[in-house]
């Protein structure tokens, strides 16, 4: 009974983490390229209204705030409780995860980090899930 409910527990913990990385992906690859074409721009004199540091900036600031929003609320509407574990060592994982991987996605607009960091980090995450674990009456 206490298996069944750990291999559930993770099955949705994978969902949430999976969603919760992909739309964090998402908003640090478009933030890193709108910060590259503000860069360009301003190179070659053209303004769009803001700097390249700025757009890195919220494009950190952005993702590291959906990651645990995400996570949080991904396992709350899949009905589990006492999510705040995962919801630390996600924000944690990615945090180090972005911090490892940012050079490969600065290069280039739309690449996507390796799987190799996003695979361990998702799985930490999930794993996470099975440490803390409600109170059954």
Known sequence: MESTHVVRRAGKALI?????????????????????????AANVGGDLGGSGDTAFSAA????????????????????????????????????????????????SPRTLMPLGPLALFIAVTVLSSALLRPRTP
């Open 60 to 107: 950190i600031v952005n993702t590291l705030l959906a990651m645990p929003a995400v996570l949080w609320t991904g396992m709350r509407l899949l009905g589990e409780r006492r999510v705040y574990l995962i919801v630390i060592v996600g924000t944690v994982g990615w945090f180090l995860t972005v911090g490892n991987c940012i050079n490969q996605l600065g290069e």
């Open 16 to 40: 949430a983490t999976i969603i919760a990385t992909a739309l964090s992906h998402l908003l640090l690859s478009d933030g890193l390229s709108l910060s590259q074409w503000q860069e360009a």
